[in-house]
């Protein structure tokens, strides 16, 4: 069965066409030939965008010169009333500063002390999960949350603050696109950004909440009872370079960053990663046999013994890579791939396609979590595989996710037969990669079939 996929627009369309288009879905309102293409070209009258699947060329923005290409301040329109300055959207000195003080938290060792806290958020996925028909969307953005929360500020999703993030963030990832008009427009800077009130609320709130769990983990440092956890770690680590620390209000930026990359990131992609075990039995099988052991004892360097989830996880993240595009800008005249690129252009890197790209991936839209241990694969994850882009903007938390992912996955399929029901899920983006519609999974827990080991 070929895993769902959005279908492409059909011909040309124009420029206000494809706002409405893209409005409305980044990945339908792009054209098929983008699955084959090496760079496409768009003009219009207000701006030039380049969409980049040439490695050499991802190369040369991500991992060569990538002080050339910061990130594209259009993008920061659409997520500004959420992020305000954090790490996903800064450029240039700010964002050198801000990584020096959060890189030393996702550091070596600190996986293995956040992983009893993932752990114990699996343990209780298992326990809340209903048998029966299950949306399975909600179920993955319930269980993500209550493991950033409980590694970021060593609290369950039940503590009301956390609970109050998690609420009004599903209202928000509903009503703002990751990318709004003005990322297709550059609009003056007089001109109102038009976000709706709906994600004006909801980003307020959040951020309000952020707000009183910072101040309460504040408290705790100045009296000496806060965890050693990643919030306290953020918040206590000076720049190595200036002695500078995170303001109460930049904290709040970060941690609305860390709820969105370490949330609603991992959800997306243990939602779809669920649907394709229910669709693939024999897949499903193979992951249950492997997570029926003794959690209790489980561990971090336990999970070399999940090989094959961990391929599944991989190749779930080559098919729904959980942000689709990136979107980078010129800083001089550039050229590529013989075209002339002015000052101010916009570079589009897509996971998505690229993942996808019929010339750089065998089978390139189908579910074969075998490919990762063929030599055929080892070319295409180095040149074309990047789903949590690259280069010194590498995602600060990919080790999390990647041991967040085979967990969750395990956990649920050792746990839970999964069989799809319903209609076949239509991918979008919002936020993230996500079903138009939901995801709809029959759950029937299992049994154990073998002696804990």
């Keep these: 069965m070929i895993p769902p996929k959005p279908a492409s627009r059909p011909g040309r369309i124009g420029l206000l066409g494809y706002a409405r288009a893209f409005r409305q879905d980044i990945l339908s309102a ?61 450029n240039g000195e700010e964002w050198k500063r801000q990584r020096r003080i959060i890189d030393p938290a996702f550091g070596r060792g600190r996986l293995r002390d956040a992983f009893p806290a993932m752990l114990a958020a ?104 806060a965890p050693d956890d990643l919030a306290t770690k953020i918040m206590t680590f000076p720049d190595p370079e200036t002695g500078h620390r995170f303001s109460p209000e930049e904290m709040v930026d970060q941690v ?58 991989r190749e779930v993240l080559r098919l729904y890579p959980p942000v689709p595009m990136m979107v980078r800008e010129t800083t001089r005249p550039e050229t590529f791939r013989g075209r002339d690129a002015p000052v101010g252009a916009q570079v589009v890197l897509s996971p998505w396609h690229l993942h996808r790209h019929t010339r750089l991936w065998s089978d390139a839209d189908g579910f074969d979590p075998d490919r990762w241990g063929r030599d055929e694969t080892t070319e295409a994850a180095r040149r074309a595989y990047m789903p949590f882009s690259a280069g010194p903007r590498v995602c600060t938390g990919a080790g999390f996710a990647m041991a967040e992912g085979v967990l969750l996955l395990a956990r649920l399929a050792g746990a839970f037969r999964l069989e799809a029901v319903g209609p076949q899920p239509v991918p979008v983006a919002h936020l993230t990669v996500r079903s138009r519609d939901g995801i709809r999974l029959r759950l029937a827990r299992r049994m154990p079939q073998s002696v804990p080991r």
């Design 30 to 90: 792009q054209p098929a030939r983008l699955y084959r293409a090496w760079m496409a070209e768009f003009r219009t009258p207000f701006f030039r965008s380049y969409m980049m699947n040439d490695p050499q060329l991802i190369d040369l923005v991500l991992k060569e010169r990538p002080d050339d290409f910061p990130k594209s301040d259009r993008v920061r329109e659409g997520l500004a009333p959420l992020l305000g300055r954090s790490v996903f959207v800064t």
């Design 122 to 225: 699996a343990e209780e996925m298992i326990a809340r999960a209903p048998e029966g028909e299950v949306e399975v969307e909600e179920l993955a953005s319930y269980a993500a949350a209550d493991v950033i929360f409980r590694t970021l500020f060593s609290v369950p999703i039940e503590d009301r603050l956390a609970a109050q993030v998690f609420h009004e963030f599903r209202a928000y990832q509903r009503t703002q696109p990751l990318l709004n008009v003005a990322a297709l427009v550059p609009l003056p800077r007089l001109v109102p950004r038009l976000h709706k009130r709906a994600t004006r609320r909801a980003a307020a709130s959040i951020r309000g909440a952020i707000a009183a769990l910072v101040e309460r983990r504040a408290a705790e440092i100045a009296t000496g009872t």
């Design 256 to 313: 609305a960053i860390f709820f969105l990359a370490g949330h609603e990131t991992s959800a997306s992609a243990l939602a779809w990663g669920l649907y394709l075990l229910a669709t693939h039995p024999s897949a499903q099988t193979r992951v249950a046999a492997e997570a029926d052991r003794d959690w209790i004892a489980f561990t971090l360097a336990d999970l070399s013994r999940l090989p094959f989830t961990r391929d599944v996880f």
